[in-house]
């Protein structure tokens, strides 16, 4: 993907595939950022030009997120297909995350099929989802795919540690390494556990 980006040879369509928590979604806005941004640096988003910035902020038009598990229908699909066709309000690309889009109903899914045969050439489609097989093997087919795996437990410790000293949260090595356990590879999860156990204590405190 880094390649991909450095090269300027970023597909027209994405299929990010893995358990929850594995990174799948958080990759997919950093390459939204990465191709509206003014001054990549190797590939990764500069976070200084206005782009960046704006999309740092959550203002950014041209990111549009849909959760499939609530936007599942062909009405949904059909508004989209015909946002797709417009230019891009602020950036140079318009990037559709679509998450968990194996809940896409049959008839959803066959409407979206049309928009990945002939994608706009400003548009990139970056479909996140646990249940791969679930997904329709002709849209599977004009994706590049990726498989997300899960984090080891030394990734999951170092990062928590670095969280605990940005946040100046006082947690021994032993708890963070139970924290990794219980999260079983999801940094997601093991954020949440973390911060959950920190407002606990700060409360009791």
Known sequence: LRQSLKQGRVAHSYLFCGPRGS???TTARIIAKAVNCLDPQDGDPCNACEPCQTINSGQYMDIIDLDAASNRGIEEIRVSREEVN??????QRKVYIIDEAHMLTEAASNAFLKTLEEPPPHVIFILCTTDAHKILPT??????????????NEHVIDRLAELCGAEEIDCAPEVLAVIARAAWG????????????AISYATEG
């Open 86 to 91: 417009f230019a891009p309000a602020q950036g």
């Open 139 to 152: 849209i599977i087919s004009r994706c590049q795919r990726f498989d997300f795996r899960r984090i080891s």
């Open 23 to 25: 990174g799948k979604t």
């Open 186 to 197: 999801s940094l997601r999860d093991a954020e949440n556990i973390l911060e959950q156990l």
